[in-house]
């Protein structure tokens, strides 16, 4: 003899007495897990920002000077938006690594000729690398997408993207880097799940399909 058959439906979506009503002539038990809800701050800009880019770019510097410790996740139309966004990003925190990197070695003396004379009349190494290879991660992407700039680990994110860099974005921080800058499509915003996300920039932007019946072809626009 075979052990009875037990069935479990699981689902966050679930309509209850459509399924209780297919199995009404078996016992059928509801458990129900309520989701968590965590206070969420929610803020605005008193006016609507032409350049997105520029003001999501803002935001994210912004957040990391200024914020708590905690992941970003920012959403952007499409892989165009977050490629040069990703690019911005990656500059203005080597600028400032740069600048304050000048500043400190200033203020140390570093730039006398006593202290170039004592390395041999050679160039001083700096004495910490601004970008740092993710080679220790698993993958080595030659694009140069996945770099830690001034320990900040910038990631991308889109449907296009090879699914062994997509995983950058889920793995933990990896050593040297203190905060992860995740840019991403909607893809992030019900398909998954990335773990360690304190602020979320959203620009309120996002491609649809349309169709033109002047031209009788379909296109994405933002």
């Given at each position: 003899e075979l052990p009875p058959l037990k069935v479990v439906v699981m689902s966050a979506t679930l309509e209850e007495e459509t399924f209780q009503n297919f199995f009404q002539s078996v016992a059928t038990q509801m458990i129900k897990v309520p989701g968590r809800l965590f206070p969420v701050t929610t803020l605005y800009t008193k006016e609507a920002q032409d350049d997105y880019i520029d003001a999501a770019l803002s935001a994210a510097l912004q957040i990391h000077r200024d914020g708590e410790e905690g992941d970003i996740l920012i959403f952007l139309p499409g892989q165009e938006e977050i490629e040069d966004l990703a690019a911005l990003l990656r500059k203005h925190l080597d600028e400032e690594?740069?600048?304050?990197?000048?500043?400190?070695?200033?203020?140390?003396?570093?730039?006398?000729?006593?202290?170039?004379?004592?390395?041999?009349?050679?160039?001083?190494?700096?004495?910490?690398?601004?970008?740092?290879?993710?080679?220790?991660?698993?993958?080595?992407?030659?694009?140069?997408?996945?770099?830690?700039?001034?320990?900040?680990?910038?990631?991308?994110?889109?449907?296009?993207?090879?699914?062994?860099?997509?995983?950058f974005a889920f793995k933990p921080r990896p050593d040297g880097c203190t905060r992860k800058i995740i840019l991403s499509t909607n893809i992030a915003e019900t398909s998954v799940t990335v773990q360690g996300i304190r602020y979320v920039i959203d620009t309120g932007k996002q491609k649809v399909r349309e169709f033109s019946g002047s031209t009788g072809m379909e296109s994405l626009t933002v």
């Open positions: 690594a740069n600048l304050a990197r000048t500043l400190t070695s200033g203020e140390n003396g570093t730039g006398d000729d006593d202290d170039d004379d004592s390395n041999g009349g050679g160039s001083q190494k700096p004495a910490v690398d601004i970008v740092q290879s993710l080679k220790g991660m698993g993958t080595n992407l030659n694009s140069g997408q996945n770099v830690i700039v001034n320990g900040v680990l910038v990631c991308v994110l889109y449907a296009a993207l090879p699914p062994e860099a997509q995983m």
